[in-house]
């Protein structure tokens, strides 16, 4: 089976901390993972990818998550975190061998002034 | 750059209408996308289609049909609409299929039914 699980719906934290939204996968070889951002009242937007090699990915706006294998996560991580950081995150999943593609419900970030 | 358009903004319809949604883009993608978005989850496929006339179903694809007339459209029907449904379809394009490649996404068509 194939899925995509974030665990939390919501992430509240002030600006300056840093912030860490929550991805594992199931999927039985290696994914491709990506990373959207969605704005109020805009679409999704790419933040960043994992294809292979380095499992550390730098994205835009001064996202980066990690592939680990280990616990099949995928986190994006941010620090400082920035009140413009407010948004809903996805985490998608892209099979490598079906290429087939799945997002998880999202968390939605609340960053407070 | 590129801009991907969808058509109209906002759709209202009846129960048992059949709806039509449209999707262009001016990337030169060959492959275009439709999900649905339901309020507080993620989002679904419901067709794809590799290039121009090709259609493929994703995992919601029961209730809609859909059609790529030319490589730069892409439009999706809701066969039979139900009542009291709400939701937000986004279409996506992407340079290739099965590549790794990045989507970008519309604005979305916001569907109520009443």
């Known amino acids: 089976a194939q899925s995509v699980d974030q665990p939390d719906a919501h992430v509240t934290l002030s600006e300056g901390a840093s912030l860490e939204l929550r991805c594992s996968y199931s999927?039985?070889?290696?994914?491709?993972l990506f990373w959207y951002v969605q704005y109020p009242g805009q679409s999704l937007q790419f933040l960043l990818k994992?294809?292979?090699?380095?499992?550390v990915v730098k994205g835009t706006k001064g996202f980066e998550a990690e592939f680990r294998k280990s616990n099949s996560s995928f986190n994006l991580k941010k620090s400082p975190a920035h009140w413009s950081d407010s948004a809903k995150y996805f985490c998608a999943l892209e099979g490598r061998s079906n290429n087939r593609i799945f997002f998880g419900d999202g968390t939605q970030l609340v960053v407070k002034p | 750059g590129g801009i991907i358009t969808q058509t109209p903004k906002f759709l209202i319809g009846q129960e048992g209408q059949k709806l039509t949604l449209k999707c262009q883009q001016n990337?030169?993608?060959?492959?275009m996308y439709w999900y649905r978005q339901d309020s507080g989850k993620g989002l679904r496929l419901i067709y794809y289609s590799i290039t121009e006339n090709d259609l493929q179903k994703g995992d919601l694809s029961e209730g809609y049909d859909a059609s790529r007339e030319k490589k730069s459209s892409f439009s999706l029907t809701v066969t039979s609409a139900q009542k009291n449904e709400m939701a937000v379809f986004l279409c996506?394009?992407?340079?290739?299929?099965?590549?790794?490649?990045?989507?970008?996404f519309g604005p979305g068509t916001r569907l109520l039914v009443l």
């Open positions: 994992y294809i292979t090699g380095d499992t």
């Open positions: 999927y039985s070889a290696a994914p491709y």
């Open positions: 996506a394009s992407s340079l290739d299929w099965g590549g790794r490649d990045t989507q970008y």
């Open positions: 990337f030169n993608h060959d492959t």
